[in-house]
C-alpha cells in the first residue's frame, strides 16, 4: 500500500512526488504512456523554480528573447524582451521532472491505465491495465479531458478545442503570435533547438470543426514543412472560476484541475504550482490533519485564482474586440514587455490590468 498514489506522470504529478517523496511518503506514480513522451507546447515560465529547489538547466532547451506578434500573418511587430522564456522539449522536460521524483523515492510505472477507483474503508483501491495498487491518498492528474474529474464527483469543466504539430524545417530565437486568423483564439509558434512547436486555439469555448485544417495550412505560409508533421487535435481546459478540487482523500491538480490561463493558455506553470500545493496538502493528511483537502481548494482559488479573475475581464474584451486592442496595444514594445514579465512571473496580471482597461475604454 501506498501513502499517495498520482494518476498521470506529467509537470502536477511530478513536482507533487517529488515533494511528498522528499517527505518520506511512499509514492506511486502510474502513467499510461510510455515514458518519455512527446507534446508539442513547449513555453515554461522561470517562475517554477520557485517550487522546484533543484537546477533546471538541464532541462532547458534554449531561451527566446524576441517576441514577434502579427494580425492575419501582416502588421508585423517585433520586440526585444528583457526577460527571457524558457522553451523546452516536452519529452525531455517531463522526463527530467519525474527522474527528480524518482530520485527522492518515488516509484513510476510506464504504460500503466488507470482503468477504475474506488474509495473503500478509508483506501483508494485503484484498478490498472496490469496488477491493481491501493493508497491512503490520491492525486488525479490525468490532463485535459481526462476521466479523473468525474470519477472523483466533481464538476466537469467546460473543454476547448486546440491543435498542434511540431517542425524541424525551419529554426529561430522568436517566439511568434497570429491573431485574427482564428475567431476569438490565435496561433503560437514556440521555438525549440531543433525546430518550431506551432499551436492552435479556439481560447473562448467556440470548437471549429476545421482546426487542424487550420493550422496544417498556415503553418507551411511561415515556411513550415507540415509533409513529414502529424497535426495533432487535443482538448484544452482553461481556468473559468473557483471550483472544488477535492473529494475524500482526493485532490486533482494540472490540466485536469482547469488551471491554465485563459488569455495565453500556459499550463506548466499553474501545473507545477498545483503540484506543490497538492504535496503540502497530501502530506498534511498523511498526518492525520482532517482539514487538509479543504485549505488546499482555497489556496489555489486565493493564490492563483485573483489574477485569473483579472485576465478573465481582460480576455472577454480582448477576443470581443481583437482587432481594436491589437491596435491599441500589442503593437507597442512596452506592452509586449509588460506581457513577457507576467508570462515569466515577474509581473501579474492585476498589476497591468487597470491600464489595460484605460486603454481599451475609448473603443
Known amino acids: 500500500m501506498f501513502d499517495c498514489i498520482m494518476v498521470g506522470a506529467g509537470p502536477a504529478s511530478s513536482t507533487a512526488a517529488y515533494h511528498l517523496a522528499k517527505q518520506g511518503r511512499s509514492v506511486l506514480v502510474a502513467e499510461k504512456a510510455s515514458l518519455p513522451r512527446n507534446k508539442p507546447c513547449s513555453g515554461v515560465s522561470g517562475a517554477i523554480a520557485q517550487w522546484l529547489d533543484f537546477d533546471l538547466t538541464p532541462a532547458i532547451s534554449m531561451k527566446a528573447n524576441k517576441i514577434t506578434y502579427t494580425w492575419k500573418m501582416e502588421d508585423l511587430v517585433q520586440v526585444q524582451i528583457n526577460s527571457p522564456m524558457w522553451m523546452v522539449q516536452r519529452d525531455v522536460f517531463d522526463e527530467f521532472l519525474i ?36 493508497g491512503r491518498y490520491l492525486i488525479g492528474a490525468g490532463g485535459a479531458g481526462g476521466p479523473m474529474t468525474k470519477r472523483l464527483g466533481l464538476k466537469e469543466p467546460t473543454l476547448g478545442l486546440s491543435a498542434s504539430l511540431e517542425t524541424r524545417s525551419i529554426k529561430g ?21 531543433d525546430g518550431y512547436s506551432w499551436s492552435i486555439a479556439a481560447m473562448r469555448g467556440d470548437k471549429p470543426k476545421d482546426i487542424k485544417k487550420m493550422l496544417a495550412e498556415y503553418a507551411p505560409k511561415c515556411g513550415a514543412d507540415v509533409s513529414v508533421s502529424n497535426v495533432r487535435e487535443h482538448p484544452r481546459s482553461l481556468w473559468d472560476g473557483d471550483r472544488k478540487l477535492h473529494s475524500p482523500n482526493s485532490l486533482l491538480a494540472g490540466d485536469a484541475a482547469s488551471l491554465a490561463d485563459p488569455l495565453s493558455g500556459e499550463g506548466i506553470r499553474p501545473a507545477i504550482f498545483s503540484g506543490f500545493k497538492a504535496a503540502k496538502a497530501s502530506d498534511r493528511a498523511l498526518g492525520d490533519a482532517d482539514d487538509a483537502k479543504e485549505p488546499y481548494t482555497e489556496s489555489i482559488a486565493q493564490e492563483w485564482g485573483p489574477d485569473m479573475v483579472w485576465i478573465g475581464r481582460l480576455v472577454r474584451a480582448f477576443y470581443q474586440f481583437t482587432g481594436a486592442v491589437y491596435r491599441a496595444g500589442l503593437q507597442f514594445p512596452r506592452t509586449t514587455k509588460l506581457m513577457s514579465k507576467i508570462l515569466c512571473g515577474e509581473l501579474l496580471y492585476a498589476d497591468i490590468a487597470n491600464r489595460a482597461f484605460q486603454k481599451l475604454m475609448p473603443f
Do not use: C, M
Not at 530565437?173 to 533547438?193: H, M
Open 99 to 134: 527522474k527528480q521524483a524518482q530520485k527522492t523515492g518515488a516509484e513510476v510505472r510506464h504504460s500503466t491505465e488507470v482503468k477504475g477507483i474506488e474509495f473503500k474503508n478509508y483506501l483508494w483501491e485503484v484498478k490498472t491495465n496490469s496488477e491493481p495498487v491501493s
Open 173 to 193: 530565437d522568436s517566439v511568434n503570435f497570429d491573431f485574427g486568423t482564428i475567431k476569438k483564439g490565435f496561433i503560437w509558434s514556440f521555438p525549440k533547438a
